[in-house]
């Protein structure tokens, strides 16, 4: 029997964007340095060089030339990464529900491990 493609269900087993990523800066450079386009074809598509780009990218707070918010629109469009658009929106979006839910997901997949540990360590009854 088929299961119409409506009805499945999808299972993504990475953690969240704000658990991988320290912040959208690094988001950003994550998805420059993996995108399928060499970076200084992206940073000809958003109207830079390439190390004006990579200095850009590389968040040094002594140096003048940062990502401006006109660059993040440049390098959504560059490469179709929606990526730093959906790790501010998991950041600054989402409801207590909505943490609290994902928190009791993660501790239930972390209990297991928990459990053996303290049980390792002498601590819960056998």
């Known amino acids: 029997m ?3 493609a409506s009805t499945q269900m999808t299972l993504d087993f990475q953690p969240g964007l704000t658990d991988r990523f320290t912040g959208v800066l690094d988001c950003i450079r994550q998805g420059a340095y993996t995108h399928r386009n060499p970076l200084k074809t992206i940073a000809a ?8 780009l990579s200095r850009k990218l590389s968040g040094n707070m002594d140096d003048p030339r ?6 993040l629109e440049k390098y959504l ?7 730093p658009i959906y790790f501010l929106v998991e ?6 529900e909505a943490k609290q839910r994902r928190a009791l997901g993660e501790l239930a ?6 459990l053996s540990l303290l049980k390792a360590a002498g601590q819960v009854p056998a």
Do not use: C, I, N, W
């Open 45 to 52: 598509d958003m109207d830079m060089s390439q190390s004006e």
């Open 77 to 83: 469009t560059a490469t179709g990464d929606m990526t």
């Open 109 to 114: 997949k972390q209990l297991p491990t928990l």
């Open 66 to 71: 940062r990502l401006s918010v006109d660059d």
């Open 91 to 96: 950041k600054y979006l989402s409801d207590d």
């Open 2 to 4: 088929t299961v119409p």
